[in-house]
């Protein structure tokens, strides 16, 4: 077992203890670096950062050994940032990336996820030009260094940003490219149609297409439904179409030590699976039932 693999997951980020909160529920997990909103994912209501017990949670960090650069916010989901022909919601997803990437700068993390948004109809091209152009507006003005980390999606209704070659059109277009990156979600590639279990094809293609060099977060999730589902739907490690071993591939691939991989896999009986599923992986060793025993 190589002790320096970063692995973690999500966690929650709610009162009263907010960061600190967070910072020790990653830790009762055995996880060395964690994912966290910085409010509900469903909407954009935000608490002022004064309140969430920053600096609390970072003298944690230290004390555990945590890297607080390694630390991953998502953006909330609801906003759509490529979709140009609704200027209301664009210019709000705009500012709201804006505020995410202070408060993400706030905490002393590094990295944004952003789900890249949806045609609604318009067409890729026309989203990834108006992402590529929101992306512009947002560097320009949020006065961080903290970059965003586009997540590869499912294909679920319209989505943008469901094969590698549509990430790095994004990212080419883009007069910022250095503070572009990718989150890798094994679940979503999955069921976008790659070979999930080809580890070494995935990370090689991505490499061609992409850059390794642009891979910052991978999301390690099971999924419910089969190759090329176009479905998006997490399972618990193990209990779904792409397999623990696959999963523990790349949780131990050399060149995916140093990259923050993160679990979303759905809790069970409204417990938490997280603490198991890192112990299974680090150790690579699936207990049989593991779930049914839980
Ligand atoms: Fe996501
Ligand atoms: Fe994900
Ligand atoms: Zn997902």
């Given at each position: 077992?190589?002790?320096?693999?970063?692995?973690?997951?999500h966690?929650?980020?709610?009162?009263?203890?907010?960061?600190?909160?967070?910072?020790?529920?990653?830790?009762?997990?055995?996880?060395?670096?964690?994912?966290?909103?910085?409010?509900?994912?469903?909407?954009?209501?935000?608490?002022?950062?004064?309140?969430?017990?920053?600096?609390?949670?970072?003298?944690?960090?230290?004390?555990?050994?945590?890297?607080?650069?390694k630390?991953?916010?998502?953006?909330?989901?609801?906003?759509?940032?490529?979709?140009?022909?609704?200027?209301?919601?664009?210019?709000?997803?705009?500012?709201?990336?804006?505020?995410?990437?202070?408060?993400?700068?706030?905490?002393?993390?590094?990295i944004?996820?952003?789900?890249?948004?949806?045609?609604?109809?318009?067409?890729?091209?026309?989203?990834?030009?108006?992402?590529?152009?929101?992306?512009?507006?947002?560097?320009?003005?949020?006065?961080?260094?903290?970059?965003?980390?586009?997540?590869?999606?499912?294909?679920?209704?319209?989505?943008?940003?469901?094969?590698f070659?549509?990430?790095?059109?994004?990212?080419?277009?883009?007069?910022?490219?250095?503070?572009?990156?990718?989150?890798?979600?094994?679940?979503?590639?999955?069921?976008?149609?790659?070979?999930?279990?080809?580890?070494?094809?995935?990370?090689e293609t991505?490499?061609?297409?992409?850059?390794?060099?642009?891979?910052?977060?991978?999301?390690?999730?099971?999924?419910?439904?089969?190759?090329?589902?176009?479905?998006?739907?997490?399972?618990?490690?193990?209990?779904g179409?792409?397999?623990?071993?696959?999963?523990?591939k790349?949780?131990?691939?050399?060149?995916?030590?140093?990259?923050?991989?993160?679990?979303?896999?759905?809790?069970?009986?409204?417990?938490?699976?997280?603490?198991?599923?890192?112990?299974?992986?680090?150790?690579?060793?699936?207990?049989?039932?593991?779930?049914?025993?839980?």
């Amino acid at each position: 077992m190589n002790k320096n693999i970063l692995l973690g997951c999500h966690v929650g980020m709610g009162s009263p203890n907010y960061f600190l909160g967070s910072v020790k529920e990653a830790i009762s997990y055995g996880a060395n670096t964690f994912m966290f909103y910085t409010g509900a994912p469903q909407n954009s209501f935000r608490k002022p950062i004064n309140e969430l017990l920053i600096e609390e949670g970072k003298e944690l960090l230290v004390k555990a050994g945590i890297d607080v650069t390694k630390l991953i916010v998502h953006a909330p989901y609801i906003i759509n940032p490529a979709n140009k022909n609704r200027p209301d919601l664009y210019h709000n997803s705009k500012e709201f990336i804006i505020s995410e990437l202070r408060r993400t700068y706030a905490f002393g993390a590094k990295i944004l996820v952003l789900h890249p948004g949806a045609h609604v109809g318009y067409g890729s091209e026309e989203a990834i030009q108006s992402l590529a152009e929101a992306l512009d507006y947002i560097f320009e003005n949020d006065g961080t260094d903290v970059k965003i980390a586009i997540e590869t999606m499912a294909g679920k209704g319209t989505e943008i940003g469901i094969s590698f070659e549509e990430i790095s059109k994004i990212i080419s277009k883009s007069r910022y490219k250095n503070r572009l990156g990718v989150c890798l979600d094994t679940c979503h590639i999955n069921d976008a149609g790659y070979n999930v279990h080809d580890v070494d094809s995935v990370l090689e293609t991505f490499d061609k297409v992409i850059g390794l060099d642009k891979l910052l977060v991978c999301h390690l999730n099971d999924s419910k439904n089969p190759v090329g589902a176009h479905k998006d739907r997490h399972e618990n490690i193990g209990y779904g179409e792409i397999g623990f071993e696959t999963i523990s591939k790349y949780v131990h691939h050399p060149l995916l030590i140093n990259i923050p991989k993160i679990l979303e896999t759905p809790y069970i009986d409204g417990k938490a699976p997280y603490k198991k599923e890192i112990e299974m992986l680090l150790s690579n060793k699936l207990i049989d039932n593991w779930k049914e025993n839980f």
